[in-house]
């Protein structure tokens, strides 16, 4: 047995021993469901009382003692009718729920550990002794509604984390606590990047200055990369009628995350759920020849998802997504080199970020035993896959075929990237689509001068601003390198007083060159003035004294570094000028 899928199985054991260990606590407790999870496990209870975080320890400790006591999992196989009636003896109207879901004629596996008997299909381990009790922790209660359900009762969920010893635990539990560091809501409200106000509402975040420095500054390296490989900025409304997504399909595919949009003249729009058939209909305004093609569009604007109140949450899941987003219009002999571009493309702009090198790349196809999950000719799809998978090995990505993640027109390379912490994230998309373009009647005419169908390949480099932002805020920790730093430079006066007018001179200066600057013209001591930048981040902070304003110089002082550097004034503006430019 692998050993990822060992600890599994290891996971699943700790389920039930915590449900055990709830049993002993609470004779009287229903049963829901307990597997294992990414890093450890859950059970579900309908318990007499509501559970408080001082009853984990206690649980904790239950659940040691039955490890130590070596219990067996001893595993049983009964009728179905022998199952219900055992759990109704037990009054577990949950586990008898199940089973009425299930064949009749059916047999039913039981696991029992001690007192405990579950209704399971395990596997397990094949003694509770095999477990290291120091290799797991309980972390927190939630509710939960039985089988996700709003309409069902509230069951109480108890989390818990188990690894395979108490060595990768503690490597665990301080993942965590950087990870709490390095939140990207607990660093923006510090950095003053973006807020939320319960008068707008929750899931429509709101970006300061400081936040949309960032965002324009990735906007338009984006956009002068892209511009590079023949991209042309578009614009389209944030609504259209549903029409436009019917004949798309994603009106059916989007179907309960339409926000829909009505007014007294009895208008009747859909605020846009994506932007690509909006720009079919540029494409679409007038006749296109071969000799035009490829058409390449880019566009940064909102779309919007109507996603559950419960996943709202800080930037990675809004209402409002401004989405960075790319279509080109191509012949089928034009496809290969399109997606190279853009693969390259995303070369670029993640090595400037220095994340590439630390990903690895899916070439997502369909699900081939449900094709209605898709639409467009199965002839198609079967040459967008091959088209894809040769560019892949052409230029030797290493792409892991994933059955199923296809999007709903066509396969696509996912890039997916590891962060500071380890956690994996999937931006950049590279999509070939055959099948809009047939339903938009998109064409060019060909040599012959007779209508063919274009195909179009869509891309995103950073796919939505807000959650790229809550990327660059964890990964980085707030430390943005000096071209995305909101503020570049802080200089320091050493007397509010008298170094103020020498202050506000390099200030000018700086201005005229573009670089970003803030002055600290607080009447406090210069110690804590740097530490004052430095909680901020700031890249550079300048020094200025009365040595510094006779000679026309600063004392420069990199964040997290002790050393101060006297340099010339204009020796440090090219110095800066020239890192921006370059973005180390």
């Known amino acids: 047995m692998k050993k990822e899928i060992e600890l599994e199985v290891k996971r699943h054991s700790f389920a039930h021993i915590l449900a055990s260990a709830v049993l002993e606590m609470f004779p009287e407790a229903k049963f829901g469901v307990g597997p294992n999870i990414e890093n450890g496990f859950y059970y579900d209870f309908d318990l007499p009382r509501t559970l408080i975080p001082e009853d984990l320890p206690i649980l904790q400790k239950k659940m040691i003692k039955i490890i130590n006591k070596n219990f067996a999992f001893e595993k049983s196989v009964v009728t179905h009718e022998k199952a219900i009636e055992l759990f109704q003896k037990a009054r577990q109207e949950y586990k008898i729920e199940i089973l009425n879901d299930e064949a009749k004629d059916s047999e039913v596996s039981l696991y029992r550990t001690g007192e405990f008997v579950d209704l399971c299909k395990g596997p397990h381990i094949d003694s509770t002794g095999e477990l290291d009790a120091t290799s797991f922790k309980l972390t927190k209660i939630a509710g939960a509604y039985w089988r996700g359900d709003e309409k069902n009762k509230m069951l109480q969920r108890i989390y818990g984390v188990a690894f395979n010893n108490k060595k990768e635990l503690k490597e665990y539990q301080h993942k965590l606590e950087e990870a709490a560091k390095r939140d990207h809501r607990k660093l923006g409200k510090e950095l003053d990047l973006f807020c939320f106000s319960d008068l707008v509402g929750p899931g429509l975040p709101l970006f300061s200055p400081k936040g949309v420095i960032i965002i324009e500054e990735l906007k338009k390296h984006i956009e002068n990369v ?111 080199q399109e997606v190279k571009n853009m693969v390259e493309i995303i070369k670029n702009f993640y090595s400037a970020i220095g994340l590439w090198g630390n990903h690895w790349v899916s070439l997502s196809v369909r699900d081939y035993a449900h094709p209605e999950k898709y639409i467009g000719d199965e002839k198609d799809w079967d040459k967008c896959e091959k088209m894809l998978e040769e560019v892949a090995k052409e230029m030797k990505l290493d792409a892991k075929k994933i059955e199923g993640e296809a999007a709903l027109y066509g396969p696509k390379l996912d890039f997916m990237f590891k962060d500071s912490l380890g956690k994996e994230v999937q931006i950049p998309t590279v999509q070939l689509d055959f099948a809009t373009p047939k339903r938009f009647d998109l064409v060019c005419t060909n040599e012959e001068g007779k209508d063919e169908f274009v195909v179009m390949v869509h891309r995103a480099i950073l796919g939505s601003y807000e959650r790229f932002l809550a990327l660059m805020i964890e990964h980085f920790a707030g430390n943005f390198p000096l071209w995305l730093s909101p503020v570049q430079v802080k200089i320091l006066p050493v007397s509010s007083e008298k170094h103020l007018a020498y202050a506000q001179k390099i200030e000018k200066l700086l201005l005229e060159n573009n670089i970003r600057v803030e002055i600290d013209d607080n009447n406090e001591s210069i110690n804590k003035k740097i530490r004052e930048a430095e909680k901020q981040k700031i890249p550079y902070m300048l020094v200025v004294g009365e040595k510094e304003s006779q000679s026309d110089s600063v004392a420069v002082r990199s964040k997290g570094s002790r050393d101060i550097k006297n340099m010339a004034i204009d020796k440090f503006i090219k110095k800066i000028i020239k890192e921006i430019e370059e973005k180390k």
């Open 226 to 336: 892209c511009k590079g490989y023949g991209f042309q900025k578009v614009m389209t409304p944030h609504l259209a009628k549903i029409d436009l997504y019917e004949k798309s399909g994603h009106a059916q595919k989007f179907s309960k995350e339409l926000f829909h949009v009505s007014s007294d003249q009895k208008h009747d729009f859909v605020m846009k759920p994506v932007q690509c058939p909006h720009q079919t209909q540029i494409y679409a305004s007038k006749k296109r020849s071969y000799r035009d093609l490829p058409i390449r569009y880019m566009e940064s604007e909102k779309q919007y998802r109507a996603e559950k109140s419960g996943e709202v949450g800080g930037l990675n899941r809004v209402y409002a997504i401004t989405v960075e987003d790319g279509h080109s219009f191509c012949r089928v002999e034009q496809v290969k």
